[in-house]
């Protein structure tokens, strides 16, 4: 049974920069939510800042040094950051 999605402005998603695979990425956690409500967060993200990535375990992954990039993306789409 998936989680109910919590509205963006309730979230509090932690974003960091690793690497993985020896190759640098975006990394985000702690988002409650269901499994479509988490891909299409991905996607948009993906689409906004051109690059590949997945989601999965309830973590986003943006390929490349885009953390500055993607924690405004999110921050305009009413979530709240930190990490």
């Not at 999605?5 to 979230?11: N, Y």
């Not at 920069?17 to 891909?39: H, M, T, W, Y």
């Amino acid at each position: 049974q998936e989680p109910e999605t919590l509205p963006p402005g309730e979230q509090k998603l932690y974003v960091r920069r690793e690497v993985r695979n020896g190759k640098p990425a975006v990394v985000v956690k702690e988002f409650i939510g269901s499994r479509a409500d988490l891909q299409a967060l991905e996607k948009k993200l993906k689409q906004h800042c051109g690059v590949g990535g997945s989601a999965k375990d309830g973590e986003i992954l943006i390929q490349g040094e885009l953390l500055d990039k993607v924690r405004a993306d999110l921050q305009q789409l009413g979530y709240r950051t930190k990490g």
